[in-house]
């Protein structure tokens, strides 16, 4: 239901835009966290004309979201938008980017999978073609591999708890974001929403792993949770993921690691340490959704001994660091491996097709 302009404060966008956000890259100042929350609280309600909002999201494009604005606008997602259901396990949060990925296999299904079997529960959550990429995302290598995905938050949450994997759905537990679909297809480029749907948590869990372009830009994803009153994550590992998903690029990668309370660290990492001789390119496939999924199943199935059982193993290893049930990489890579080949990942993948 839409709300009247009377029932927010005095900051409607075409003001914001006016007063404050609107003037250009280099003079546009930053809004309060107040005036941020009203923007979204607006947004949400479906008060802004198209025009108006078009210009709005492009404004903070042009000027670059501060943290606490990106706190501000999470936080009004959570209370008005996000139905979080939490599992009794206590879950790896993974918010890749929704857009998707067009040109390298998506690993994070493979990976959460073989986590799951090694011990480590793992939820991810996207939604079905989002803009800008529109490109294949958590939802599509799942329906691929025959896995219910259109769930409720309570069905996904008992999905995580009877098989260490669980999958949420978009348009079921972020209306109010999903209801935005279609602005945000006119606009061509990404918005804030792009970034603030990534760390959406529904399942309430404590440990979040994302992905980042630049470091930057992690050092913001970090500083945003530190500012927000809804989330309560205590860890998150965010790495330079291909394509900006949370797979590990082969060769060197920037790793960046918060702890609540702490200050914000990074390191790299390098595959050719663990064994791994592979490039970017050796990743790329034709058809990501279907290759994707055919991959998934044979690395589970212990079929496949290339490139792509490494990476599903390293990205495996990756989500048992983050939530601290592993101490090194290697000793991940050891889980990993292990849970392949003695079935217990192919396991938890047929447990998933039954769910």
Not at 251 to 274: M, P, S
Request: charged fraction near 25%.
């Amino acid at each position: 239901m839409t709300q009247t302009s009377g029932t927010f404060g005095e900051w409607p966008l075409k003001r914001l835009l006016t007063e404050v956000v609107g003037s250009g890259p280099k003079s546009a100042d930053d809004m309060s966290r107040d005036q941020a929350r009203e923007a979204l609280q607006r947004i949400l309600a479906g008060e802004p004309e198209e025009t108006t909002l078009g210009a709005f999201w492009l404004a903070n494009r042009w000027k670059r979201n501060t943290p606490a604005e990106l706190a501000a606008y999470t936080d009004v997602m959570r209370e008005e938008s996000v139905v979080t259901a939490a599992p009794d396990a206590d879950p790896v949060d993974c918010g890749a980017n929704y857009d998707g990925k067009h040109t390298s296999a998506l690993l994070g299904v493979g990976a959460g999978v073989v986590a799951a079997a090694a011990g480590t529960p793992v939820v991810v959550h996207s939604g079905d073609g989002v803009p800008t990429q529109k490109e294949t995302a958590y939802k599509h290598v799942l329906d691929e591999l025959g896995i219910r995905t259109e769930l409720e938050p309570e069905e996904s949450a008992a999905m995580a708890d009877e098989t260490g994997f669980g999958f949420y759905y978009q348009p079921a537990f972020n209306p109010g974001i999903d209801a935005l679909f279609e602005r945000r297809d006119e606009m061509g480029v990404r918005t804030f929403v792009n970034t603030i749907e990534t760390v959406a948590n529904p399942a309430e869990a404590d440990v979040h792993l994302g992905s980042f372009y630049h470091l930057a830009f992690a050092k913001k994803l970090s500083d945003l949770i530190e500012g927000s009153e809804q989330l309560d994550f205590s860890r998150a590992i965010f790495f330079q993921g291909m394509e900006g998903y949370d797979d590990i690029r082969p060769g060197y990668t920037k790793v960046a690691e918060w702890n609540a309370g702490e200050d914000l660290t990074d390191y790299e990492i390098e595959t050719a340490e663990y064994g791994m001789e592979i490039e970017s390119e050796d990743l790329a496939v034709g058809d990501v959704r279907a290759d994707s999924a055919a991959i998934t199943e044979d690395v589970l199935a212990g079929e496949r001994d290339d490139q792509f059982a490494d990476a599903v193993a390293l990205n495996g290893a990756f989500r048992m660091y983050a939530r601290q049930d592993v101490a090194t990489l290697e000793e991940g890579l050891e889980a990993a491996r292990d849970a392949i080949a003695d079935g217990s990942a192919a396991a938890v993948l047929e447990e998933l097709r039954e769910y």
